[in-house]
């Protein structure tokens, strides 16, 4: 169960991720890509990381 969550956790990270790079590239809204960017990657990794020690 707890990689099923996990899993999910990674796809929904992956879809702020690239919403993230699109703003980059297409908008050229860099502050604000950078931020989408740094609350996904840490939002997700550090959940995951924490689900698997406490197990």
């Known amino acids: ?3 099923v ?3 999910f956790m990674l796809m929904a ?3 702020s991720l ?6 980059w590239r ?4 860099r502050l604000g890509s950078v931020g989408v ?3 996904s990657v840490l939002g997700t ?4 990381a924490f ?3 406490r197990r």
């Open 26 to 29: 297409d908008d050229r809204k």
């Open 45 to 48: 990794l550090i959940p995951i």
């Open 13 to 15: 990270g992956y879809y």
């Open 37 to 39: 960017i740094l609350i």
């Open 1 to 3: 169960m707890i990689y």
């Open 51 to 53: 689900m698997f020690m």
């Open 18 to 23: 690239t919403y993230g790079i699109s703003l």
């Open 5 to 7: 969550l996990a899993l």
